[in-house]
């Protein structure tokens, strides 16, 4: 089956464009090959630059008959990057300071070491705070302040900013500080420093209002897990800071834009001081041990991932792109060091260029999804782009 797709905004509709509508159209060939293949059960991409969006891409699968531009998915974690502009958001007001203690923010967050663990460094996953076993999450469904206190009373695994370990748990203390210094419960608080200044009317972490615009997760372990009433009464319940949040391509591309426009101050959600800390890596000089006992470079920011200078990912397969003029293989993603990226579980990814003046948004539903295709098509849009700087 060939997959079939609609725009929400045809590319030739939207902004004045910097590529051709076909030009972009073959950039998103290598998802629709993927979906048509059943690789990938369907996909949403949405590419924006700082003036507007330029296109919404619609590519349902046989499982995903209703699929449209507003299909909410779950966004795992691509949830991170959102908590950390929040936080940026507050110490732009001067609310949190990123290398105070996280104690001084948060009291109960006590045992040895932990007196030097700065907000920083949970913010760049250099903590040594223990994720939380998976299997609590799928057998006791513990509420927010029950995982929040197990992060504060867990030993440290390291001591803080000598080494990198990815950890989704150490968010609930970013969640705590959050909401202490707002006053607000933590998902109003996000809702306030965030979703609601850029308009993102679909991002929550209970989306059973709109019950039928989710689309459903597929994979082991977590096959229908999404629209289970359960599931989603225990999500909405738990707010999941580290990756709970559902949401839109739309949202996601307001989000990538109003970063753009904080560089320069431009109109945007951060100061230019603030968005420049926030993408800027945070890790050299501290390695990353993967499972297979391999030492890799961590490229990690505040919130976000930075790409290698060889355009490939931390803790990501390197994927080759196909050249659709058949010169050859594209064996990286051309972006600038200034690039800025997250992606979750779910195959969901958000991809900032502020050099390109770029924001390129790749979703679908299945869980542990091959980063390949999204690669492919990321790379096609930097070679299709005209060879311009960003306008701050």
């Known amino acids: 089956?060939?997959?079939?797709?609609?725009?929400?905004?045809?590319?030739?509709?939207?902004?004045?464009?910097?590529?051709?509508?076909?030009?972009?159209?073959?950039?998103?060939?290598?998802?629709?090959?993927?979906?048509?293949?059943?690789?990938?059960?369907?996909?949403?991409?949405?590419?924006?630059?700082?003036?507007?969006?330029?296109?919404?891409?619609?590519?349902?699968?046989?499982?995903?008959?209703?699929?449209?531009?507003?299909?909410?998915?779950?966004?795992?974690?691509?949830?991170?990057?959102?908590?950390?502009?929040?936080?940026?958001?507050?110490?732009?007001?001067?609310?949190?300071?990123?290398?105070a203690p996280v104690q001084s923010y948060v009291p109960a967050f006590k045992g040895e070491g932990k007196s030097r663990v700065s907000v920083r460094h949970v913010l760049s996953h250099t903590a040594g705070i223990a994720d939380l076993d998976p299997d609590l999450l799928r057998r006791q469904r513990p509420s927010a302040q029950r995982m929040l206190g197990l992060v504060c009373t867990s030993d440290l695994r390291f001591e803080p900013g000598t080494r990198y370990e990815y950890c989704s748990a150490s968010f609930f203390l970013l969640a705590e500080i959050m909401a202490r210094a707002t006053g607000l419960p933590f998902p109003a608080a996000l809702r306030r420093l965030v979703l609601d200044p850029i308009g993102m009317t679909d991002t929550s972490f209970d989306p059973r209002y709109a019950r039928s615009r989710i689309v459903t997760v597929e994979g082991v372990p977590l096959r229908n897990f999404i629209v289970r009433e359960l599931t989603l009464r225990f999500l909405a319940r738990a707010t999941l800071p580290g990756g709970g949040t559902f949401g839109t391509a739309a949202d996601l591309l307001a989000f990538g834009r109003a970063l753009l426009r904080?560089?320069?101050?431009?109109?945007?959600?951060?100061?230019?001081?603030?968005?420049?800390?926030?993408?800027?890596?945070?890790?050299?000089?501290?390695?990353?041990?993967?499972?297979?006992?391999?030492?890799?470079?961590?490229?990690?920011?505040l919130g976000w991932g930075k790409p290698r200078p060889d355009g490939t990912l931390p803790s990501v397969v390197p994927t080759v792109a196909v050249d659709p003029e058949g010169d050859g293989p594209i064996p990286w993603v051309p972006a600038s060091a200034r690039a800025f990226t997250h992606g979750g579980a779910t195959g969901t990814r958000i991809w900032v260029d502020p050099e390109r003046d770029l924001v390129f948004v790749f979703l679908t539903n299945l869980w542990g999804a091959s980063d390949g295709p999204m690669f492919d098509c990321l790379a096609q849009v930097y070679r299709a782009l005209p060879d311009q700087r960003s306008r701050g």
Do not use: H, W
């Open 1 to 99: 089956m060939v997959a079939s797709s609609r725009l929400s905004v045809p590319f030739s509709q939207a902004v004045p464009a910097r590529l051709e509508p076909a030009a972009l159209r073959a950039c998103l060939a290598p998802a629709a090959r993927a979906v048509a293949a059943g690789t990938l059960p369907c996909s949403v991409i949405g590419i924006a630059d700082s003036s507007g969006v330029l296109g919404i891409e619609v590519l349902p699968g046989p499982g995903t008959p209703r699929l449209d531009p507003e299909s909410i998915f779950f966004l795992a974690s691509v949830t991170k990057p959102v908590v950390a502009t929040a936080v940026m958001r507050l110490v732009d007001a001067g609310a949190v300071d990123l290398d």
């Open 262 to 301: 904080s560089f320069g101050s431009r109109d945007g959600l951060l100061s230019d001081d603030a968005v420049t800390e926030m993408t800027t890596e945070q890790t050299a000089g501290i390695v990353e041990i993967g499972p297979d006992g391999a030492r890799r470079d961590p490229n990690y920011a």
